[in-house]
């Protein structure tokens, strides 16, 4: 998984990939069928062990507003710091699909179904909750904040200037603060 997730699917070699898990080429293709099976396992293993650390906030069966900025909030910490630049494995597989087989880019795309879920779910609650700003448009605005996300851990991982990802990261958060109804304080602060 570390593999692939920095330097992709596409720039790993098989031969990479013995060297890294001391497992044959016989090995790799009779226990995984091959680079994209192993590449498969390694997806469900980013998306169940580092993906799913990180939307532990979303997950809260009370997930509103404030879990929302908590999970986004994370990412701060990551910016500039050797893991951080890796971004997302599931985003560096959406950016190389093409090579990829169905089965693959098919976890790719319930990964990325699956977190827009969780943040119309939290937002549905804030709406509920009377939180919400009244003309929010829950799904459109978690399509957004996904493609925000997508967008930040793009940039986590390229050469730009960590101002520019602290300020898209500062964005998001203003964004997120200006979703909330006017009157309505965010129960995290005292």
């Excluded at 570390?2 to 009779?30: A, C, K, P």
């Excluded at 985003?91 to 699956?114: D, I, N």
Aim: with cysteine; glycine share 10%.
């Amino acid at each position: 998984m570390q593999l692939f997730w920095e330097r992709g699917f596409g720039h790993t070699s098989i031969d990479e990939l013995v060297r890294s898990t001391g497992v044959q080429r016989y090995g790799l293709y009779s226990s995984f069928g091959g680079k994209q099976g192993l590449f498969r396992r390694s997806l469900d293993l980013y998306r169940d062990e580092v993906a799913g650390r990180w939307m532990t906030p979303l997950r809260s069966p009370h997930a509103s507003l404030q879990q929302i900025r908590a999970f986004f909030e994370q990412f701060d910490g990551q910016i500039g710091r050797p893991q951080g630049r890796l971004g997302c494995l599931m985003v560096v597989a959406s950016a190389e699909a093409a090579p990829l087989e169905s089965a693959t880019r098919k976890r790719v795309s319930v990964h990325f179904e699956r977190l827009q879920a969780a943040l119309a779910a939290a937002l549905d609650r804030a709406a509920v909750g009377g939180e919400l700003r009244a003309n929010v448009n829950v799904q459109q605005t978690a399509a957004l904040l996904l493609g925000a996300l997508i967008g930040l851990l793009s940039l986590m991982r390229s050469p730009a200037p960590r101002d520019l990802v602290v300020h898209s990261l500062r964005g998001v958060l203003q964004l997120i603060d200006e979703l909330r109804e006017p009157g309505t304080r965010d129960p995290s602060i005292r």
